[in-house]
């Protein structure tokens, strides 16, 4: 089955920027959308990127929409996303999330989960 592991994450400056990385193995992206969400204590775990299978289409949550890209490797069977001008409330844990194609904004619907990677903002 699809799994997912994430890497990248770390303790930034306000302003700074980060790519975090999803490689992925057991299965080709080919078949996967894959989203990040973020969990954040005390709040709900909140979609901020997808990629479909084809990575032609991307969605964003409107409040990162700029400052977000979400990209795809295929030779790598990698998903990134990368993270310009960080901002305090972009801290959390992210995660990487494969569902079967077409992407999703309800965290439930997709089946795998990596292990998370860790985003501090410094002010």
């Known amino acids: 089955q699809l799994q997912l592991v994430e890497s990248g994450g770390g303790v930034v400056q306000a302003g700074g920027s980060l790519r975090l990385s999803c490689a992925a193995s057991?299965?080709?992206?080919?078949?996967?959308?894959i989203g990040w969400f973020r969990q954040v204590p005390g709040q709900e775990t909140e979609g901020v990127a997808c990629?479909?299978?084809?990575?032609?289409?991307?969605i964003y949550v409107e409040s990162v929409n700029g400052r977000f890209t979400i990209s795809k490797d295929n030779a790598k069977n990698t998903v990134y996303l990368q993270i310009d001008n960080l901002k305090p409330e972009d801290a959390g844990v992210y995660y990487c999330?494969?569902?079967?194609?077409?992407?999703?904004?309800?965290?439930?619907?997709?089946?795998?989960w990596g292990q998370g990677t860790h985003v501090t903002v410094s002010s």
């Open positions: 057991g299965k080709t992206l080919d078949e996967y959308a």
């Open positions: 999330t494969g569902r079967a194609f077409l992407c999703s904004d309800t965290w439930g619907h997709y089946r795998f």
């Open positions: 990629i479909t299978h084809t990575g032609v289409s991307a």
